[in-house]
């Protein structure tokens, strides 16, 4: 099973400032077709996860562009150029690579 | 829009069988996987298995923790895919999500909750 590890657990951010969250598999998640099966998603309180970026860099229909991805092969990371409250809730990163999917932890971004 | 809605969860013993299902629109169902996924009370997110499209002859996969017990089959002329849990554990106690995937899993239901509990 491919392992996937997250980091921080969690993110106290103050609204305007920058924030980033890094994620890393225990296999290359590249795949021959030139994708990484990487997706980050948000799960707000009491609500279902909801897709953020897609294939590693691409950013889901009706995400601001202050969301961003990078990375690939083994190692991407999620960047919110300005966080406003709005953005409170745990954020995971996934590998739809190959089954099992799995997570990684989740980060916990909170508002200072 | 796409969306899928989860129903059938409930409260059943320990050893009792409960059947999910995901009922699918805004898409060409039959082109799809779906894909389900749990999440106990303040834990993570974990999946539980998938069926692949008709085109890939609806092959299933399920995580070793649910495997044997647990069968995902889908309807594609009602739009609709499920999820059979049987010989359950207080440990499936969780809220259990479909998702679509083609290229990408995107799109999640509103989920529906299983309790295990005597």
New interface residues.
């Given amino acids: 099973d491919i392992v996937m590890t997250q980091s921080p657990l969690s993110l106290p951010v103050t609204p305007g400032e920058p924030a980033s969250i890094s994620c890393t598999s225990s296999q290359s998640l590249l795949s021959s077709n030139g994708y990484n099966y990487l997706n980050w998603y948000l799960q707000k309180p009491g609500q279902s996860p909801q897709l953020l970026i897609y294939l590693g860099s691409n950013r889901a229909s009706g995400v601001p562009d202050r969301f961003s991805g990078s990375g690939s092969g083994t190692d991407f990371t999620l960047k919110i150029t300005r966080v406003e409250a709005e953005d409170v809730g745990v954020y995971y990163c996934m590998q739809d690579r190959q089954v099992p999917l799995t997570f990684g932890g989740g980060t916990n971004v909170e508002i200072k | 829009e796409v969306q899928l809605v989860e129903s059938g969860g409930g409260l059943v013993q320990p050893g009792g069988s409960l059947k999910l299902s995901c009922a699918a629109s805004g898409f060409t169902f039959s082109n799809s996987d779906i894909?389900w996924?749990r999440q106990a009370a303040g834990k993570?997110?974990?999946?539980v298995g998938?069926i692949k499209s008709k085109r890939q002859d609806y092959a299933t996969?399920y995580?070793?923790s649910v495997k044997g017990r647990f069968t995902i089959s889908r309807d594609d002329s009602k739009n609709t895919a499920y999820l059979q849990m049987n010989s359950l554990r207080t440990e499936d106690t969780a809220m259990y999500?479909c998702t679509r995937?083609e290229?990408?899993?995107?799109?999640?239901?509103?989920?529906t909750l299983v309790t295990v509990a005597s």
Wanted: net charge neutral; glycine share 14%.
């Fill in positions: 894909h996924f993570g997110l974990e999946w998938r996969a995580a070793a999500y995937r290229t990408f899993t995107d799109y999640w239901g509103q989920g």
